[in-house]
């Protein structure tokens, strides 16, 4: 409802009532009403058509589930700043665990009201309540806004609630209701087993939460990171220089953090809350947990550098966090007096700078597999996930022999135009984009059967030759299938060129 | 008196251009070239690569492999390619690089984006010392890659002894400050010969310390080195029966 109303917002208000139209059990219903048709009483889950027969000037907009999420979605990410801890409540509610964030803000109440004044200047009616367990926060949210359970008394606060604050299955709210236990006090008052017997025990669960005797906790949109550190501003920043420094300045902070528990982040992600609302995050992985303040502003630079949508800090950023999504234990490291560690350790992170700007797919290193499928043998793994052992290659030629497999391979074999002198013999010519070459040397074939163990439907068995044609160039061409057993028109494909 | 005269009389006279003594080099194991280029190819500087022919890129990179994985020593070897470059001229293969005599583990591979990410990617490449040598594949004649580029790589090579080569298939020589600049083919195996060792037709056409010239080079990969590549006689001679006769041996039980 506010979504429309903040859009349409600069035109001149207009005296029709709004509201809110979807399709439920095949008739169209009102999901929402503004305040005008709540006045001509118009309500919630009153079908569209006798709404139209009481009222009919009336503004009625469908429903748009997808935009109404992705509304909550935003204010939620602007709700990060209050605490990490944000999940969504399906379908207009949010719950935020301030559990230790609201001396930050100087009291509980405090943090609610600025919430509150915040989102009441964007445009949005706020109800909102604080207690020990989340459903409990909700019923008072929705039934009792404003209210703020002390700790330990959630079940005073709740008990004049009606039933309905407990969102349980329309079914038993009703049964509930017909029973005379209006307010959850009364259910409350009810006997356990009597609970459990007639409505099962989830139902006495939920109960336990509203009065705050149990507790489940919620789960949070974006994973929490095990370190962070966060930046506020008293004006909004807007140069890159000042938010690099800042990044800096938090890494720093986030390292000491880091050293004191022998730990190294292997996955960081720096949040930008602009004034405006708007939150933008950017991630860098690392090869190896790293506590090194200098490298990580280094790899932030880089990936703010390669983004192809810069972040746009429109009335500046008030707010920067860096948090460690993922620590890992890392040993303090001795300098070393190998060379080679320091080498490969220089290389390592050269990698990682090399992964943050053009993506962890483009940094590349070879990786043995266990297989004699030529193009499998050997495949181009991301630099990260390669271990640091030794890694096992195998030569297939003998001692003094030329290479036996090419240089550069195709990732897909190229059909060619074969002319051999007898079906299963070495090619003569061939015709390998749209160039004629006459082979002057073959060597061959090299039967490489594929394995039939792997792949479900059988593929032909491959002669692999190797020919020079009348430059000196040397090609690798197989053909698939064996004549006359395997087929009797066997194809030509061009695999790969050697040096 | 023009410059070839002038080479005359200096030889005749046994003296050579003065090559700049104290430049750590690596040989190249062909020892014409490598006497021709005063012990070897210049480390810490920029080399150029020409396939010398259309069809001639596979040559050109294991010709450009092998020299990049000598100026390497034991350091990680920088190989920066196109994303295209793959498709055009099929992927750098890791069973092929063994075969060669070459460890693919010491390969550190990034496909960039275009050619300005690719020159960028070097540069960045160039200022980490866990680097032996950096090879950078850049077809045709961008823009980007002009008299000033040329120039930052060379600065930038010899600030951490990082050799740079660049791989240009598809392109034509530009001025530029490279140290080296070779075309290269590959040599077709002579007639009678079997399947022999690669083969290059190498023209070194520039030479900022001395001449230039052109040898057919044999890759040697068991040692993981160029040679020379044996000429028509002995490869007559060998055609000729100059194999052993192996002596006769008998096993009886």
């Given at each position: ?499 | ?186 040599a077709?195996s002579l007639?009678?010969d079997d399947?022999g060792a690669?083969r ?16 057919i080079m044999e ?8 040679r020379k590549a044996h000429s028509g006689a002995v490869a007559a001679a060998v055609a ?14």
């Amino acid at each position: 409802m506010e979504r429309i109303q903040r859009r349409r917002n600069g035109l001149p208000p207009s005296d029709i009532p709004l509201v809110i139209a979807a399709k439920i059990e095949n008739a169209l219903r009102l999901t929402a009403v503004d305040r005008k048709a709540l006045r001509l009483r118009l309500s919630i889950g009153m079908a569209l058509a006798d709404a139209r027969a009481r009222v009919p000037a009336l503004d009625v907009v469908d429903a748009d589930e997808h935009a109404d999420k992705a509304l909550l979605e935003s204010i939620a990410d602007w709700c990060d700043r209050y605490t990490p801890f944000v999940a969504l409540d399906m379908p207009h509610g949010l719950l935020l665990d301030i559990t230790g964030c609201a001396h930050l803000f100087g009291s509980e109440r405090a943090l609610c009201k600025s919430l509150e004044a915040a989102l009441v200047r964007q445009g949005f009616s706020v109800c909102f309540g604080l207690a020990g367990t989340a459903v409990a926060a909700r019923a008072l949210a929705h039934y009792a806004s404003g209210t703020i359970a002390p700790p330990g008394e959630e079940a005073k606060t709740v008990a004049p609630l009606p039933v309905e604050a407990l969102h349980l299955e329309t079914l038993a709210t009703h049964v509930l209701k017909r029973a005379g236990l209006k307010t959850i006090g009364h259910v409350a008052a009810r006997q356990r087993g009597e609970l459990t017997a007639r409505f099962g025990a989830e139902m006495v669960a939920i109960l336990g939460r509203a009065l705050g005797q149990e507790e489940k906790p919620i789960s949070p949109r974006r994973r929490l990171p095990d370190y962070m550190a966060e930046h506020r501003f008293a004006e909004p920043v807007v140069t890159e220089d000042v938010i690099v420094s800042s990044i800096r300045s938090l890494a720093e902070t986030l390292c000491a953090v880091l050293c004191e528990r022998g730990e190294g982040a292997r996955l960081l992600e720096a949040s930008f809350f602009r004034a405006d609302g708007a939150v933008s995050h950017i991630a860098v992985e690392t090869a190896k947990p790293i506590r090194d303040a200098a490298m990580i502003a280094r790899l932030f630079r880089e990936r703010l550098d390669a983004l192809t949508d810069p972040i746009d800090p429109g009335f500046g950023f008030d707010l920067i966090r860096l948090g460690a999504l993922r620590a890992e234990r890392a040993e303090a490291q001795a300098i070393s007096l190998d060379a080679n560690d320091d080498d490969a350790r220089e290389v390592g992170f050269l990698a990682d700078r090399l992964a943050a700007r053009f993506g962890s797919h483009r940094v590349l290193r070879f990786f043995p597999q266990d297989t004699h499928i030529p193009e499998a043998a050997g495949v181009l793994v991301p630099a990260r996930a390669v271990p640091e052992t030794k890694l096992g290659w195998e030569t297939i030629r003998s001692e003094g022999e030329a290479p036996r497999r090419p240089l550069r391979l195709f990732e897909k074999p190229e059909p060619v135009e074969v002319l051999a002198e007898v079906p299963d013999g070495p090619p003569l010519r061939f015709r390998w984009r749209r160039v004629q070459h006459a082979v002057t040397l073959a060597e061959g074939p090299e039967r490489i059967a594929m394995e039939w163990w792997r792949h479900q439907s059988a593929m032909p068995t491959r002669d692999y030759f190797r020919v020079e044609d009348q430059e000196g160039r040397r090609f690798w061409l197989y053909r698939d299938g064996l004549f006359a057993r395997e087929t009797h028109h066997p194809r030509w494909y061009m695999h790969g060129v050697f040096a | 008196m023009d410059i070839a005269d002038l080479r005359k009389v200096l030889q005749q006279k046994h003296l050579t251009l003065a090559p700049e003594s104290g430049l750590p080099r690596v040989t190249t194991g062909h020892a014409e070239a490598d006497s021709l280029l005063h012990g070897g190819l210049v480390l810490g500087a920029l080399h150029e690569i020409f396939p010398a022919t259309r069809h001639a890129d596979a040559a050109a990179t294991g010709f450009t492999a092998g020299l990049a994985i000598r100026a390497a020593k034991a350091k990680t070897l920088f190989w920066i390619r196109q994303d295209y470059a793959a498709l055009e001229f099929g992927e750098l293969s890791a069973t092929g690089l063994v075969e060669m005599g070459i460890d693919p583990a010491r390969f550190l591979l990034l496909r960039a984006p275009d050619a300005e990410a690719a020159l960028r990617a070097a540069l960045d490449g160039l200022s980490c010392g866990g680097l032996g040598a950096a090879v950078i594949e850049i077809p045709a004649n961008p823009k980007i890659l002009d008299l000033v580029a040329a120039r930052k790589l060379t600065l930038a090579a010899s600030q951490k002894q990082i050799t740079v080569f660049l791989l240009r298939p598809s392109a034509e020589p530009a001025p530029s400050s490279t140290e080296t600049r070779w075309h290269v083919k590959s040599a077709p195996s002579l007639p009678h010969d079997d399947w022999g060792a690669p083969r290059f037709d190498v023209k070194l056409t520039r030479n900022r310390h001395g001449q230039t010239g052109h040898w057919i080079m044999e890759w040697d990969c068991d040692d993981g080195r160029f040679r020379k590549a044996h000429s028509g006689a002995v490869a007559a001679a060998v055609a000729g029966g100059a194999y052993p006769t192996p002596p006769q041996r008998f096993a009886a039980f």
